[in-house]
């Protein structure tokens, strides 16, 4: 497996997320240099902020200015350690959350099998129901989500949307971000009442399986602590970790 360097990772990371601040309907984005401000005018802290590979410790104050003023829960993401990204989150009146781990894979996951188990990319006019699985799994409104989806419903998106359905019912969701020739892997969740069942394995897996297949170089991912350890049994590794900063008001939530 070609190892990626945490730089490489960042960037996609970055890239990602002005991609997503550029397309969704009333977002925008701005970046300066490794670091990226982007809104995407969803209520949810991690949908609105700024993600810096090399924190500027003047520019990202006026970065997460620029943001604020989006009157939205946000967050600022950096590399974890850097004293320039917390001076200037703490400046904000940001409190830290979680750290996020990058991982990263150029391998091909071994199959997820569970019996029954049937998983499907979903089509233009069935994205939907990704929402409504992802807003169960996540105890999040639907609305959360459907931004996102209806730029699934476009001709040549970059997001492909998965569920995973045992006896017709669905039970997992996930999306893949094709950018760079690289696929970012975010939304995988599960309701509820069907975890701890490897649906959301078996989802993961589908998706970078896929995007290899069709000559994707790699897939990437930023994990929260519960599903760390899922995803190093599918093959990604870690590359570095990423602090993240919320508004105050903020809850932790989906990482979309």
């Not at 970055?14 to 490794?34: K, P, T």
């Not at 900063?245 to 990482?255: G, I, L, Q, R, T």
Request: charged share 20%; glycine share 12%; hydrophobic share 45%.
């Amino acid at each position: 497996m070609e190892p990626a360097s945490f730089e490489q990772a960042s960037s996609l990371l970055v890239g990602a997320r002005e991609w997503l601040g550029e397309h969704v309907a009333g977002g925008w984005s701005l970046r300066h240099g490794d670091q990226v401000a982007s809104v995407t005018g969803l209520a949810a802290a991690t949908m609105n902020g700024v993600w810096s590979a090399r924190p500027d410790p003047e520019r990202l104050p006026q970065l997460l200015s620029a943001v604020r003023d989006a009157g939205l829960p946000y967050c600022a993401q950096f590399v974890s350690g850097s004293a320039e990204g917390r001076g200037a989150a703490a400046g904000a009146g940001l409190v830290r959350d979680e750290d996020m781990p990058l991982m990263y894979t150029a391998a091909r996951p071994d199959p997820v099998t569970v019996t029954g188990l049937r998983i499907r990319r979903l089509g233009p006019a069935d994205v939907g129901l990704h929402a409504e699985i992802a807003a169960a799994g996540f105890g999040a409104p639907p609305a959360l989500f459907s931004p996102i989806t209806r730029l699934g419903s476009a001709e040549g998106s970059a997001l492909r949307f998965y569920v995973a359905e045992l006896d017709g019912e669905p039970v997992a969701t996930g999306l893949g971000l094709i950018l760079e020739e690289h696929v970012g892997v975010f939304n995988i969740a599960t309701p509820p009442e069907h975890r701890r069942k490897g649906y959301g394995s078996a989802v993961t897996a589908r998706i970078v399986e896929d995007a290899l297949v069709e000559g994707a170089r790699g897939a990437w991912l930023q994990s929260s602590p519960e599903g760390h350890a899922v995803y190093r049994r599918l093959g990604f590794a870690d590359v570095g970790a990423w602090e993240c900063w919320v508004s105050p008001s903020a809850e932790s939530d989906p990482d979309a």
